[in-house]
């Protein structure tokens, strides 16, 4: 069974930072690519981030560009994404999804999605 698994999100101030983890099971790690997208209240679901296992190459929304790092543990089947300089238009549910491919833009190529988790960040 493939299973993402998304952590560390909370509440933070604005400047903070914080971890996210995405924890992949049930397939075949370095295959495939993982995105990290989020979902403001109203707003649809953005890509903001994404790493392709096998070979590191990484993507970046504008928005995160220069603030957010993405990273993949293979041994540990995670992806992380570091989040520096956070901005209360941050806030949102952050969820991870898998791709067997490379990174796209379309939220539609990617096969399975974890249950997110939300990040606030306040002013």
């Known amino acids: 069974e493939v299973q993402l698994v998304e952590s560390g999100g909370g509440r933070v101030q604005a400047g903070g930072s914080l971890r996210l983890s995405c924890a992949a099971s049930?397939?075949?790690?370095?295959?495939?690519?993982i995105g990290w997208f989020r979902q403001a209240p109203g707003k649809e679901r953005e890509g903001i981030s994404c790493?392709?296992?096998?070979?590191?190459?990484?993507y970046y929304a504008d928005s995160v560009k220069g603030r957010f790092t993405i990273s993949s543990d293979n041994a540990k089947n995670t992806v992380y994404l570091q989040m520096n300089s956070l901005k209360p238009e941050d806030t949102a549910v952050y969820y991870c999804?898998?791709?067997?491919?490379?990174?796209?833009?379309?939220?539609?190529?990617?096969?399975?999605w974890g249950q997110g988790t939300q990040v606030t960040v306040s002013s």
């Open positions: 049930g397939f075949t790690f370095d295959d495939y690519a």
């Open positions: 999804a898998s791709i067997p491919q490379p990174c796209t833009a379309d939220l539609d190529d990617y096969d399975y």
């Open positions: 790493i392709s296992s096998g070979d590191g190459s990484t």
